[in-house]
């Protein structure tokens, strides 16, 4: 999809691995420009043999890496609960997992923040300190951060960015554009302002 309004796009999610990642490899599947993906934990942290022992990553680890080790690991469980197929799909869209907070330089029209509820996403986005006070704005798309509804949210997010990107003026009609999406998709949005 061609976008004359060039906005500039961030996925947000936890780890930087199943919504956000899901919504990026969307978004670049139909050839959005400006679209880039973060995580916003301490570590990505994927589920392990059990719930009290994750695989714990640093971020920028290579998404290939971390493949391959859980392949070693334990082929079968990571196979069945579909964490293979996730990393190769990542690995196809960039090389390792982003952490937010630590993205000085790239500045974005939107954010989309895939979130099943409010927490620290949000709230490092109101409190950076503002340098430059250019606008931007924050969509929380409520998604269970599971790989069925990372697809949904996903397609919901695309929804949103092909709403507004139909528009040249979509900054001065976001109250009319949002309804068009909850009409659209049948879901609210949570919709917010920062400033870098």
Known sequence: MADPTGIRVAMVCASNQNRSMEAHALLVQKNVPNVRSFGTSQHCKL???SIDKPNIYPFGTPYRRILEELRQ?????????????????NSKVKEAPERW???KKAHFDVVCIPIDN???RETDLRTRSATTFEM???????TKDNHKDAAIGAAQAYSLYQILAEHADWRD????????????TQKSIIYSIGFY
């Open 73 to 89: 690991q334990n082929p079968e469980l990571y196979k069945g609960n579909g964490i293979l197929k996730m990393l190769d799909r």
């Open 136 to 142: 931007i704005h924050v969509f929380n798309i409520q």
């Open 101 to 103: 907070q630590d993205e």
């Open 173 to 184: 009609r976001l109250d009319t554009l949002i309804e068009q999406y909850s009409r659209l």
């Open 118 to 120: 409010l927490d620290d």
């Open 47 to 49: 589920p392990g043999p």
